[in-house]
């Protein structure tokens, strides 16, 4: 059955008339074991094989291209978009990535190596080596002449660079721009009045992401130190990394570490080891509340009733704090705000924190009131005073944590760490130990002389 299965994923490779997408067939290639999928692409013919190949939703390429035989693993990668075949190369062991990387052509090795020099959160490690560019000088006709000459091996082409002799970028000009002007007319005059927007290959993906969007650009150029361009970014490899990212950081933000796989392909192990020590911080960090609640113990003692509140508490702090921190942390990934802008956003989030506090502590004491008198049940003699404790409790309470949540990815970022790391499990272990300190002070002073 298996081998039915694995001629019938090469057949459709074979034929793009069947009806059958290139996405459909790679997820049934990563249903297979990974010999038998490798076996299924050494009967795909080139071409249908490196369209697999350069799919970024195929998580398997560096392990299949290591299972094929060294000269077919060759060929394909030669094949490839070579942005996308740094990213394999650099999945692979490294004694595997440089038997493969030996037997390429010299210009393709050489630009892989140039694509593998940069981080892969950087713009040298997004941008591929396939540009189309033109002297300065051409017009519009040779610019069009020139692309249809080199189209077919290029990855995308969005956009043509103008270059002076030196090979120094000039400008930049759309496809759709050539396209709609006089063929005699010189291609520089459609960018007069435009400097290129361009950006070095250490550039972060999240800023070359803001550029393309708020330029509305395809295409970016990255360039060296001399302005000689290196590569370009597409939108759609913006679009990958920045889903990644995104990713990662959800991931971080609920207390666990990024995971290198697909969530139904980690292994256990892999699992339990991304977890695990996120939640022994947390947990460690919980016992400073039992330590809390153990300095207040006479208290507790002689107010019980007190205690029946403590979960309502922490949950209203928590929940506080874990809603500044989702919205900062997103206001600084998209730019809104930065580091500076810290007092400006405690500005907004004190008053704020308090009006919470209010609503949620005039809702405690209602609640309070209205079980004490329909007789629900009984808080004593002293119950106004209970639910003053309750309702004031929530309003320091609330008020800390919106100011630690949305403080903590501020501190984050300014230490160089990553602000996802302020996940809500962490800022909800903070106000809890804060929250029980808040409310037992506040206790003291409203209920001293009557339960305490």
Not at 68 to 85: F, K
Not at 289 to 313: C, D, G, K, N
Request: aromatic share 6%; net charge negative.
């Amino acid at each position: 059955m298996v081998n039915d299965l694995i001629a019938g994923v090469a057949a459709g490779f074979r034929s793009s008339r069947r009806g059958v997408s290139i996405a459909d067939l790679v997820d049934t290639l990563q249903s297979l074991p990974l010999e038998d999928a490798a076996d299924a692409l050494t009967q795909m013919p080139d071409g249908r094989a490196v369209a697999v190949l350069d799919s970024p939703e195929l998580r398997c390429a560096a392990d299949l291209l290591t299972r094929l035989a060294p000269t077919r693993a060759v060929a394909l990668i030669a094949q490839m978009a070579e942005d996308r075949a740094a990213d394999v190369l650099a999945e692979m062991d490294e004694e595997d990535a440089a038997a493969l990387r030996a037997g390429l052509p010299a210009t393709v090795r050489a630009s892989i190596d140039t694509l593998l020099r940069w981080p892969p959160d950087s713009a040298g490690g997004m941008m591929t080596t396939e540009y189309v560019a033109s002297p300065a000088d051409a017009t519009v006709a040779d610019v069009l002449a020139h692309i249809r000459t080199v189209e077919r091996s290029r990855e995308t082409v969005y956009s043509v660079f103008l270059l002076e002799p030196q090979g120094r970028l000039v400008a930049t000009v759309s496809l759709r721009q050539l396209i709609a002007a006089e063929p005699a007319s010189l291609a520089i005059d459609l960018a007069r009045g435009h400097d290129p927007i361009t950006v070095a290959p250490t550039t972060d993906r999240e800023e070359v992401a803001h550029l393309i969007r708020r330029h509305d650009l395809l295409a970016l150029p990255v360039i060296d130190e001399q302005g000689r361009p290196i590569g370009i970014v597409t939108v759609d490899d913006v679009l990958d990394a920045l889903v990644e990212a995104h990713t990662e950081d959800t991931q971080r933000f609920g207390g666990v570490e990024a995971l290198d796989n697909p969530y139904l392909e980690t292994g256990f192990l892999a699992m339990i080891r991304k977890r695990a020590g996120w939640l022994s911080i947390l947990f460690f960090s919980e016992m400073l509340t039992a330590s809390a609640m153990q300095h207040f113990e006479s208290e507790l003692e002689r107010a019980v009733v007190l205690t029946l509140f403590i979960p309502l508490i922490m949950s209203s702090g928590g929940n506080s704090g874990s809603q500044a921190t989702s919205l900062i942390i997103r206001a600084l990934a998209l730019g809104q705000v930065r580091v500076r802008d810290w007092w400006r956003v405690a500005l907004r989030e004190l008053p704020a924190g308090l009006t919470l506090g209010a609503i949620l502590g005039l809702l405690g004491m209602a609640r309070i009131a209205l079980w004490q008198t329909l007789g629900f049940y009984d808080y004593g003699p002293h119950w106004g005073l209970v639910a003053m404790t309750v309702g004031t409790g929530l309003v320091g309470i609330v008020t800390f944590g919106s100011l630690a949540g949305s403080m903590l990815p501020f501190v984050l970022q300014k230490l160089g760490f990553d602000p996802a790391s302020a996940s809500a499990p962490f800022v909800a272990t903070l106000v809890d130990v804060t929250g029980l300190v808040i409310y037992f002070t506040i206790a003291l002073a409203i209920l001293s002389g009557t339960l305490l």
